[in-house]
């Protein structure tokens, strides 16, 4: 379990900004972690502010929903650079399904953590034929802290790390939940690939 490296107003004499990402394929718990994350931030009394991509409507318009459906709000904005005009003087900016946002939001990113803002970040490290998720490869290799969780293989029960898409489609991006995807282990995820 991830446990924050300095939670409370006074810990730090100056602040000291950071990227937390979050990391792994579809129902492995990402926004479940995103959530937990910023909720012991708000239980820290820190000002959070929290976004997603407007595009993800699949579960609420406006809120960031686990597929456990725990809930919190949220800022739906069309382009990265919406956040850093939104994100104000808050002390923690949380990021949803970053994979759907362009490059812009690693830049966005460094200037938060620069700014002394704990940045947090979830999104899909692979899309659909398992090659890495942009901008993701970026985000990661900036972030001074980054958790790959994993889900279980729909198929053999192993540990997955792969996103299954079930149609034939190859669009890049292409918002689904259960009838869409199955989360698979590599072996299950090769065997059935096309």
């Given amino acids: 379990m991830f446990i924050e490296p300095s939670i409370g107003k006074n ?14 394929s579809m129902f492995s718990g990402k926004t ?36 456990n459906e725990n809930a919190i709000r949220s800022t739906p904005v069309q382009f990265a650079d ?10 923690v900016v949380g ?20 700014s002394g803002k704990r940045v947090i970040m979830a999104g899909l490290d692979m899309d659909f034929a398992g090659s890495p998720f942009e901008p993701m490869p970026q985000l990661l290799a900036i972030a001074e802290y980054v958790t790959k969780v994993h889900a279980i293989c729909m198929k053999c ?30 072996k299950c995820f090769y065997e059935d690939k096309k």
């Fill in 157 to 186: 029960g192993g540990l997955a790390s792969y996103s299954f898409r079930l149609s034939d489609s190859k669009q890049k991006v292409m918002l689904g939940e259960k009838e869409s995807y199955e989360a698979r282990c590599r």
């Fill in 95 to 114: 990021i949803d399904e970053v994979q759907f946002f362009d490059t812009q939001i690693v830049n966005l990113a460094i200037s938060l953590a620069n």
């Fill in 11 to 24: 810990t730090l004499k100056e602040k000291a900004g950071h990227i937390e990402v979050i990391c792994g």
């Fill in 82 to 91: 919406d956040i850093m005009l939104l994100a104000g003087n808050c002390e």
């Fill in 32 to 67: 479940e972690e995103l959530i937990r994350r910023l909720n012991r931030a708000l239980i820290a009394k820190q000002k959070v502010e929290i976004f997603k991509p407007a595009v993800d409507k699949r579960y609420h318009d406006m809120d960031v929903v686990s597929h």
